[in-house]
């Protein structure tokens, strides 16, 4: 049972052009989600987050977009660059119960950015 | 500085031998995670701990075992039992909670020969 789910594989952008990332989920549970990126034969690396009382937030080039109601986020990349390519995993966790903190991740975006 | 720390970063093993990968992390986090990658499959949760000496099985604990006896450190055995243990293995830390997110290490690439 998938319950994060990123349902494109890859995606490829020109330089300079949004790049823009989705995510589903469907446990009704989840409170907070996050987004990470990772590079070959390295761990993830937190990128930016975001609460369900929320339905944006920014941080510089980097915003997420959160749909309760669709269950439903999405990551922006404006504008892309070059070393921006890597894995992109979305992630959600619950705001309680024995599984707060514990954090369920989509099967990941390979993003390929093009000079 | 504080961080995670994986080790071996490149581990290789025969078929039914048991093998034990090391996390270690100086972040004074409460919880620790382990994570499996394989391509397209994501991460998946093999073992998680909140506080020393408690655990709890993830997804996919199978062929799988840990242990939790000091707060910076939860080590992972994949055992022989494991029926395809070649994967890129993952261990993260966080606050109790983890509202803020994971710290990852850098990862254990297994192969089985």
């Known amino acids: 049972d998938q319950q994060v789910k990123q349902n494109s594989p890859s995606l490829s952008v020109q330089e300079g052009r949004i790049s823009i990332l989705n995510c589903d989920y469907t446990?009704?549970?989840?409170?907070?989600f996050l987004w990470y990126k990772k590079y070959p034969a390295e761990g993830p690396t937190f990128l930016i987050s975001?609460?369900?009382?929320?339905d944006k937030n920014e941080d510089g080039r980097f915003t997420v977009f959160l749909n309760k109601s669709a269950k439903h986020l999405s990551l922006h990349i404006v504008p892309s660059q070059p070393g921006d390519s890597a894995v992109y995993f979305c992630?959600?966790?619950?705001?309680?119960?024995?599984?707060?903190?514990?954090?369920?991740f989509g099967q990941g975006t390979i993003l390929t950015v093009h000079p | 500085d504080g961080g995670i720390t994986q080790s071996p970063k490149y581990l290789f093993r025969k078929e039914g031998q048991n093998v034990t990968l090391s996390c270690e992390q100086n972040l004074n986090h409460d919880a620790m995670y382990w994570y499996r990658q394989d391509p397209g499959q994501g991460l998946r949760l093999i073992y998680y701990?909140?506080?020393?000496?408690?655990?709890q099985k993830g997804d996919i604990a199978e062929g799988y075992s840990v242990s939790r006896e000091k707060k910076e450190s939860f080590p992972l055995t994949v055992t022989s039992a494991q029926k395809n243990p070649t994967a890129f293995y993952l261990c993260?830390?966080?606050?109790?909670?983890?509202?803020?997110?994971?710290?990852f290490g850098s990862g254990t690439r297994l192969t089985v020969v």
């Open positions: 701990s909140q506080i020393v000496n408690d655990f």
């Open positions: 975001i609460s369900s009382i929320k």
């Open positions: 993260a830390s966080s606050v109790t909670g983890g509202s803020f997110g994971y710290t």
């Open positions: 992630a959600a966790t619950p705001a309680g119960g024995t599984s707060y903190g514990k954090l369920t």
């Open positions: 446990n009704s549970m989840f409170d907070y």
